[in-house]
């Protein structure tokens, strides 16, 4: 969508030409930023991933945000609200296919005084939407650029458990956690178990590789609290798309 034409995503080509290149590169699963649940059909993009021989990693909710304006910590009830069904239809997209939906952009921007207690019960209602799927739901600490509600893993840690938010995992991203966390290894150290997700990033955004975040030492950590999730790959296609795949996964199978 015209909104994201900046954005980290890698592969923005058609998805059926999406698909066959992450197929051909190595991957082993994609991850969809779409600007709804309608934008394709469940029966689509299960064929596509048949097809290719891929699963659906996650599914983004951003487009929420870019295009509607929608956040879960809005002043508004009616736009918190709006947001909420909006992630749920994300939610429900994704757990047809196996996948978590992630929020990230949609959490809001800049908190107010009600916006901790907004978010608790936007992530307790998405969390619980998830279970019914089977899936679970993803939330996405963000640098202090993008929004002030949580920017490090072990303040959002401390915000899952002193609420009780079942269902509920971190995303761990490395861009946003070379700008945040003093070091990026002990920090996913600590949040261990809470960790349900990793964009594989470099510091500049770039594929890992191409930046200075030192990739052994983070893998070194994903290894020990035995992460067992997609490592994927939200970086700026630089110096083209493919060549930022094929830097990922150069990376990947060289730390494995």
């Known amino acids: 969508m015209p909104e994201a034409a900046n954005g ?23 991850e969809l930023f779409l600007p709804g649940p309608d934008t394709i059909s469940i029966e689509e993009v299960k064929s596509l991933a048949a097809t290719h021989g891929l699963a659906i990693a996650a599914v983004g909710t951003g487009a929420g945000m870019l295009q ?17 069904n909006f992630i749920f239809s994300m939610i429900d997209f994704g757990g047809q296919l196996g996948a978590p939906a992630i ?10 005084p009600a916006a901790l207690n907004q ?28 929004t002030n509600l949580f920017n490090r893993l072990d303040d959002a840690v401390e915000f899952l458990e002193q609420h009780k938010l079942e269902n509920v995992f971190l995303l761990a991203d490395l861009f946003h956690m070379n700008i945040e966390e003093r070091d990026i290894p002990t920090a996913i150290r600590k949040a261990g178990k809470h960790i349900g997700h990793v964009h594989f990033a470099d510091s500049n955004r770039q594929a890992m590789g191409y930046g200075h975040t030192p990739a052994v ?13 997609y490592l994927s790959a939200e970086i700026f296609p630089l110096p083209d798309p493919e ?6 996964i150069t990376t990947i199978r060289a730390l494995s």
């Open 8 to 30: 980290p995503f890698v592969l923005r080509a058609p998805l059926a030409e999406a698909f066959a290149m992450a197929a051909n590169i190595g991957f082993d699963a994609v």
């Open 68 to 84: 509607r304006g929608l956040t879960i910590t809005d002043a508004s009830p009616k736009i918190r609200e709006a947001a909420i």
């Open 103 to 112: 929020l990230g952009s949609m959490q809001g921007m800049r908190s107010h």
């Open 119 to 146: 978010l608790s019960d936007g992530l307790r209602r998405c969390g619980e939407r998830a279970a019914v799927h089977g899936v679970t739901f993803i939330y996405e600490p963000l640098n202090r650029y993008e």
């Open 217 to 229: 030492p983070v893998m070194d950590a994903l290894f020990e609290i035995q992460y067992s999730g």
């Open 243 to 248: 060549s930022a795949a094929r830097q990922t």
